[in-house]
């Protein structure tokens, strides 16, 4: 029963391919994230936004690049593909009108560069 | 930056069976948010609990319970009664006060025997 959803789950591409990770909630929540999840399993922060036309990298350096032109879509490019961006990417949200702020995960989209 | 150290890679406890997991942070802050979160193999990661820094009492959800020591900056996880359900990797996360995104543990992989 996710309310933040994306696409594609899995994802095979070659070298060099430009690709976009879709992220969408439905819940109308102001903030959005990408953490990106090595096979280690830890998550790292690595692009946030607090509300439309705003968007910040995280802590952990990264070629992708990221919009917020609507409040419910935050999707994540890579321009060119390369092996190290081989992981897991997760999407959340928050609500900052919450006081604990938690976050909402997607299912997220695991990506494989050959 | 706020670190959260799992120093419990993995653990493993038989159905019925009670067991906890730790999870020590470093802040200077006093007040903050720390969060328990669940990733079942290949799906989406939920919230199990959540404890607000400025309240004593230890925070309850049905199984799941956490024993918050503030001065100890300790947030351990119990998890009672434990099913075949509880199966996942576990991870810990801190918010300051101050920010939105949250700072994870490296994660405890739980297993749950027969």
């Known amino acids: 029963e996710a309310d933040i959803y994306q696409t594609p789950r899995y994802l095979v591409i070659g070298t060099g391919k430009k690709i976009t990770l879709e992220c969408s909630q439905t819940m109308g929540h102001d903030k959005m994230y990408w953490y990106q999840q090595d096979p280690g399993m830890e998550l790292h922060l690595i692009h946030y936004?607090?509300?439309?036309?705003?968007?910040e990298k995280g802590d952990l350096s990264s070629e992708s690049t990221v919009s917020r032109i609507r409040t419910e879509h935050f999707p994540l490019t890579l321009e060119s593909a390369r092996p190290s961006h081989t992981s897991q990417y997760l999407c959340a949200s928050s609500d900052s009108r919450t006081l604990t702020g938690e976050l909402f995960f997607g299912e997220g989209s695991r990506l494989t560069v050959l | 930056a706020q670190t959260v150290t799992q120093s419990q890679p993995e653990m493993s406890v038989q159905e019925a069976e009670t067991v906890t997991l730790s999870c020590t942070y470093d802040t200077s802050e006093s007040n903050y948010y720390l969060f328990w979160y669940k990733q079942p193999p290949s799906r989406q990661m939920i919230l199990v609990i959540r404890q607000e820094a400025y309240k004593q009492q230890n925070a309850t959800e049905n199984r799941f319970s956490v024993n918050f020591q503030k001065a100890a900056k300790s947030f351990s996880l119990k998890i009672s009664d434990s099913q075949l359900g509880d199966t996942a990797m576990y991870f810990c996360a801190f918010r300051s006060s101050s920010g939105y995104a949250l700072n994870f543990g490296k994660g405890t992989s739980l297993l749950v025997t027969p």
């Open positions: 936004s607090y509300g439309v036309n705003s968007t």
